[in-house]
């Protein structure tokens, strides 16, 4: 598993290299696929200015590895974005969020110019909805939400520790069929209490890389 993370990073710094300018600002998402690419990355730190990162943690690593970050407020454009995913479907429309950080990712993914999604063969589904999708929602919200999953014929299950970047916490949903996710995405977006989801059918990374 390991090696085709590491084979996948590698084929997105192929994907990117040729292109960096002294004043480009890359999206970089959260995980482990993510965390390689970023290995990856900090031999490139001196071709381009720096990064927007989608969760702390990556944005320690960054910050490791020499890489300037940036505030998504304090830079005008986004070039490209790299991500990982937990379930890829055959339209490039993603469930991600198994770290909790989807909801900063989507708002880096929607500010990017190009989304590059990277993943191991095992991500790839025909139809999304085995990988439990995750909720980020308001404390306040997390039982009413739970009983509205319920309703929709999910299973809802609490995150229990995790708090995510925003205060937040995550319920993830066991047993939804998403034969269309973008129908879904809207859907749960609009229960009070609901930040995000981890459906990406509206902001679809245009390339999938997968490892070897
Ligand atoms: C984090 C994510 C990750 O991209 C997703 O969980 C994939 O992680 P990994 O690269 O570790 O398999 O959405 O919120």
Do not use: W
């Not at 999910?154 to 973008?182: A, C, H, W």
């Amino acid at each position: 598993m390991s090696a085709s993370k590491i084979s996948v990073a590698k084929k997105a710094i192929n994907q990117i290299e040729k292109k960096f300018t002294k004043d480009m600002v890359l999206g970089i998402g959260t995980g482990s696929t993510v965390n390689f690419f970023i290995e990856e990355l900090s031999s490139y730190k001196n071709h381009f200015y720096g990064a927007v990162s989608s969760s702390e943690a990556s944005s320690k690593l960054l910050r490791e590895k020499g890489i300037d970050v940036f505030s998504l407020n304090d830079v005008n454009e986004v070039t490209y974005y790299i991500d990982g995913a937990d379930e890829v479907s055959p339209d490039n429309e993603l469930i991600k969020g198994g770290g909790g950080a989807h909801t900063r990712e989507k708002i880096v993914a929607a500010s990017s110019k190009e989304f590059i999604c990277i993943v191991d063969k095992s991500k790839l589904v025909n139809q999304l909805g085995a990988f439990p999708l995750p909720l980020e929602v308001i404390p306040e919200s997390r039982s009413m939400v739970a009983r509205k999953i319920v309703a929709l014929g999910g299973t809802p299950e609490y995150r229990s520790g995790f708090i995510t970047d925003q205060g937040n916490e995550i319920i993830d949903v066991k047993g939804l069929e998403i034969p269309d996710p973008e129908a879904l995405e809207i859907y749960l977006n609009n229960i009070p209490g609901v930040i995000d989801n981890g459906i990406f059918a509206f902001n679809k990374p245009s390339i999938v890389l997968v490892g070897d």
